[in-house]
């Protein structure tokens, strides 16, 4: 049994030569304990599949099922293994306060106020809004807010979270808090994650899984590590101790300094510009640290896939 397995989901709006396909036939599996990060453009189907996932939309066809329980059939079993904060402000009831909004959610999913008040001090404080639990939530910054929201999506200690855009319109300390946050949920209490996110460095950072979807179908699955392998190519990186001035390097190299260290950046390069370049910086007195083949970030990838064509060719 999988936290979250998609078979054939498809939803298509209006009919015959008007009809949309949303989100083209579509399989997902995400084990528990993952993090997967499902990334897009704007329009690609990432938020339709995850309110797919949480009930909220009624796919055209194919199957969800979350924790075992068949989405369409054995709802109310199926969503209460899920906490979400769907893309936008509106997670939460702004004339409430903190401490009101955890109350009602916690009362709206079955729970007792007795096992609510402790979660609901735990998670306010953790998140550093203790202090302000009873100051209504339209008061709050945007990153408090979304902090509101995470802890209303966590109240009953769902196994699953569903995150869509969840850092949109945070400033970067915020961002950064709420990245952290993501990863405490992740590695120290396990939760099964999926993300949607424009931050690719972040999603770099989190996901143990990638999914790119364009025009509403699944274009890469992979292990993060392995998507970016499988799209090193012939990108080499040399370090070095000592000075690298005088080296004559191919066209698009970069040199960077690395603290006592400097890296040397081969982009599309062949074996023997590396056994050059590697010449040349011992000609000019440099000590040979390290030489590895460097993987692309994975924004790099992420547009690469974007901007490819049917074949899985660049594109301009």
Do not use: C
Not at 18 to 27: D, E, H, I, N, R
Not at 96 to 124: D, V
Not at 230 to 243: D, L, P, Q, Y
């Amino acid at each position: 049994m999988t936290a979250i397995e998609t078979i054939g989901l498809q939803k298509t709006y209006g009919r015959g030569h008007k009809a949309l396909a949303a989100v083209k036939p579509t399989s997902l599996i995400v084990p528990w304990g993952q993090v997967l990060g499902l990334l897009g453009p704007n329009g690609a189907g990432k938020t339709t599949i995850i309110k797919m996932i949480s009930g909220l939309i009624t796919p055209t066809a194919g199957t969800v099922r979350v924790g075992g329980y068949d989405v369409a059939q054995q709802r109310a079993q199926a969503v209460r293994q899920i906490g979400a904060v769907l893309e936008g402000s509106r997670n939460v009831y702004w004339p409430l306060s903190a401490w009101e909004n955890l109350m009602y959610f916690g009362q709206l999913k079955g729970l007792r106020a007795t096992e609510i008040r402790p979660r609901a001090e735990r998670l306010l404080s953790e998140l550093g809004l203790w202090q302000r639990r009873h100051e209504t939530v339209r008061s709050f910054s945007r990153g408090m807010q979304q902090k509101v929201a995470v802890s209303a999506a966590l109240i009953t200690d769902p196994r699953i979270l569903l995150l869509d855009e969840p850092t949109i319109g945070l400033d970067m300390e915020a961002a950064r808090t709420f990245k952290d946050w993501i990863k405490h949920l992740a590695r120290d209490e396990r939760k099964t994650i999926l993300l949607t996110t424009h931050q690719l460095e972040g999603a770099q950072e989190l996901s143990d899984r990638v999914a790119v979807i364009k025009e509403g179908e699944i274009i890469a699955d992979l292990p993060t590590a392995e998507l970016l392998d499988r799209h090193a190519e012939n990108r080499f990186e040399i370090r070095v101790s000592g000075s690298v001035d005088g080296t004559v390097l191919p066209p698009g190299a970069r040199i960077e300094p690395d603290g006592d260290q400097t890296r040397v950046l081969l982009p599309d390069t062949d074996d023997r510009d590396v056994y050059s370049v590697l010449e040349g910086l011992r000609a000019a007195g440099a000590g040979l640290v390290s030489v590895s083949q460097a993987r692309p970030s994975l924004e790099e990838v992420f547009i690469r896939l974007i901007h490819a064509d049917s074949g899985g060719r660049a594109v301009a």
